[in-house]
C-alpha cells in the first residue's frame, strides 16, 4: 500500500518567493497533520485537519503560512513571502480517527531559503 | 501546555547489551502511547506502540508504561549498529486528535 507521499523532496529558492508543499495522505485516513523539523525546535506541528477541515492552526509561525485540504487526498502547506528562517524538513502525517490511532509520516520535504 | 520530556542523548551503548530509552509525560489523562524511530535524514517511524500499563513486547523491542507515574520507557535488547539512531517518545493529547512528541533521544549502538 501506497504511504504518505509528499512532493518536492528537496526545495531550493531565494528569499522572498512563494514555496508550495504538497502531501498526499493514506487512502482512508481522515486526520492529516502537517510538522516542521529543525534542529534548535524538534518536531512541531503546525496544522492539522479533520475530514479537510482545518482544526487547531495554532503552531502556524505567523500568516506568512497557510494550509489546504480541498479534498480527501490532497493538501498544500503554502509560505509567501519565503524567508531564510524557514529553512527546515517539513513532514506531513495522516491517521484514522481514534483514540488508539497512530501517525503516519511521509519522506518529508527539504527545504532551504537562500 | 502539555509536555513530553526525553533525555537528549547522545545515548552510547555496546552492541549485544539493553538500550534504555525513557520519557516522561505531563497530561495524566492520556491512554495512547508511541514510539517512532527516526534515522537521520529520514522521517519518523512508527516502531511501538502501547496502551495499558505494563510491558509490551515485540521481537528485540519491549514497551513499558507506567500511567501512575507518566512514564514510558523502550528497553532495545541485543542492540545493533542498524538500532543507531533518535528514538521519538509520542503521546496522545487527552483533549485533542494530535500527538505531543518528545525532542528525542539519540541512540548511538557502538560495535
Known amino acids: 500500500d501506497a504511504g504518505v507521499i509528499q512532493s518536492p523532496r528537496h526545495e531550493v529558492t531565494e528569499m522572498g518567493q512563494e514555496v508550495t508543499l504538497r502531501c498526499k495522505p493514506i487512502?482512508?485516513?481522515?486526520?492529516l497533520f502537517w510538522y516542521r523539523q529543525t534542529m534548535m525546535r524538534g518536531l512541531e506541528l503546525l496544522i492539522y485537519?479533520?475530514?479537510?477541515?482545518?482544526?487547531?492552526d495554532s503552531g502556524m509561525p505567523e500568516d506568512r503560512f497557510s494550509a489546504k485540504m480541498p479534498n480527501a487526498s490532497f493538501s498544500t502547506l503554502k509560505i509567501q513571502p519565503s524567508e531564510p528562517r524557514d529553512s527546515a524538513v517539513y513532514f506531513c502525517?495522516?491517521?484514522?480517527?481514534?483514540?488508539?490511532?497512530?501517525?503516519?509520516f511521509g519522506d518529508g520535504t527539504r527545504l532551504s531559503i537562500l | 501546555q502539555k509536555e513530553v520530556e526525553q533525555n537528549s542523548g547522545p545515548l552510547s551503548v555496546p552492541e549485544g547489551a539493553i538500550a534504555s530509552l525513557n520519557c516522561t509525560y505531563s497530561?495524566?489523562?492520556?491512554?495512547?502511547f508511541f514510539w517512532y524511530r527516526q534515522y537521520s535524514g529520514k522521517s519518523p517511524e512508527l516502531i511501538m506502540s502501547?496502551?495499558?500499563?505494563g510491558d509490551k513486547e515485540d521481537g528485540r523491542f519491549t514497551a513499558q508504561l507506567n500511567k501512575a507515574s507518566q512514564y514510558v520507557s523502550l528497553l532495545i535488547r541485543d542492540s545493533q549498529p542498524s538500532d543507531s539512531a533518535t528514538y521519538l517518545c509520542?503521546?496522545?493529547?487527552?483533549?485533542?486528535?494530535?500527538?505531543?512528541f518528545g525532542s528525542g533521544t539519540r541512540l548511538s549502538i557502538r560495535p
Open positions: 509520542a503521546v496522545k493529547d487527552s483533549s485533542a486528535s494530535k500527538i505531543i
Open positions: 502501547i496502551y495499558s500499563n
Open positions: 502525517a495522516s491517521s484514522f480517527s481514534g483514540v488508539n490511532q497512530p501517525q503516519h
Open positions: 487512502s482512508g485516513h481522515d486526520y
Open positions: 485537519f479533520n475530514n479537510n477541515v482545518p482544526i487547531d
Open positions: 497530561d495524566r489523562g492520556s491512554q495512547s
